[in-house]
């Protein structure tokens, strides 16, 4: 999300007509999306009002728009530009660890993790995966992924005395690709017996 502060840096109240949004580059869709907009009301001068804006991009590159704001007869257009990292990653939606004994230590899975970028991609630190999943060993955690390359991490299902039945946590990595950032998300599960 980012937000656009809009200013009446005038004498008189500014009167805004519809705000409006849209994707300039031709087949990156509905990339630009106003998410908040207060900016209803005239506004006062020296007075503002802020925009929330989205951007959720289905093609990789770099993709353009325009902000338009309508008021009193004029109208003020601000560019937007945003970097698509469609398929940027990929990597399982789920990984299954079948079934283990409490307070025993289960199975141990590899996670790959596939930079498709055409640059680099720079990996934080893994979330916390839960109690029942810990991280064996992490080859993503903080790492520039190189393009085109790989990275493993290797977690292990142990459920707690106090688990039962269904046991479901998550592994995510917050990443940056040029100017853009993202995350990946990977569910885990498992059955505790």
Excluded at 3 to 12: D, E, F, S, T, W
Excluded at 26 to 49: Q, R, W, Y
Excluded at 56 to 84: C, D, E, F, H, R
Excluded at 122 to 130: E, F, R, V, Y
Aim: net charge positive.
């Amino acid at each position: 999300m980012r937000q656009v502060k809009i200013r009446n840096q005038g004498k008189a109240k500014a009167v805004l007509g519809t705000v409006s949004i849209r994707t300039d580059t031709v087949g990156a869709g509905d990339a630009f999306a106003i998410t908040k907009n207060p900016c209803t009301a005239p506004i006062a001068p020296k007075g503002s009002c802020t925009l929330n804006l989205s951007f959720a991009p289905t093609t990789v590159g770099t993709i353009n728009g325009t902000l338009t704001v309508p008021y009193n007869g004029g109208s003020l257009q601000i560019g937007l530009s945003g970097g698509g990292l469609a398929a940027a990653v990929s990597a399982p939606q789920t990984v299954n660890f079948g079934t283990a004994t409490h307070g025993q230590s289960g199975r141990t899975q590899k996670i790959t993790i596939t930079n498709n970028n055409p640059i680099g991609l720079q990996l934080s630190a893994a979330n916390t995966p839960g109690p029942d999943f810990a991280i064996v060993s992490d080859g993503c955690s903080s790492q520039v992924l190189p393009a085109k390359s790989k990275c493993v991490v290797s977690v292990a299902f142990s459920p707690q005395v106090n688990s039962s039945g269904t046991i479901a946590g998550a592994l995510a990595y917050h990443m940056n690709y040029g100017s853009n950032s993202g995350s990946v998300s990977i569910g885990l599960n498992g059955q505790a017996r």
